[in-house]
């Protein structure tokens, strides 16, 4: 079994910039790739970046290409995502997951939330 969870959120000034930690343990074979996604009420779950465990390969998604940074620390089994220029449009529910593919996202943590103040 692999646990996740997600730390960081909080609230941020439009222009802010904040930094998302995932902890993940457990079985290793299961997370070969721990990604970041995002959730905003009455909007479908979006797919921000994923990073390869064992390469540290990073993948983004187009709507933060650019904006965002995700890294692991192999010492602290942690995935990092930096994001700056916030808006007011990211505001939503962060969560992290981990998986043995990047189609097949099998362990999700509880997710932090991020408030973005204009």
């Known amino acids: 079994q692999v646990q996740v969870v997600e730390s960081g959120g909080g609230l941020v000034q439009a222009g802010g910039s904040l930094r998302l930690s995932c902890i993940a343990s457990?079985?290793?074979?299961?997370?070969?790739?721990m990604g970041w996604f995002r959730q905003a009420p009455g909007k479908e779950r979006e797919f921000l970046a994923a990073v390869q465990w064992s390469s540290g390969i990073p993948y983004y998604g187009d709507s933060v290409k650019g904006r965002c940074t995700i890294y692991r620390d192999k010492t602290k089994n942690t995935v990092y995502l930096e994001m700056n220029s916030l808006k007011p449009e990211d505001a939503a529910n962060y969560y992290c997951?981990?998986?043995?593919?990047?189609?097949?996202?099998?362990?999700w943590g509880q997710g932090t939330q991020v408030t973005v103040s204009s």
């Open positions: 457990g079985r290793a074979s299961g997370r070969y790739f």
């Open positions: 997951a981990t998986g043995a593919t990047m189609n097949d996202w099998a362990h």
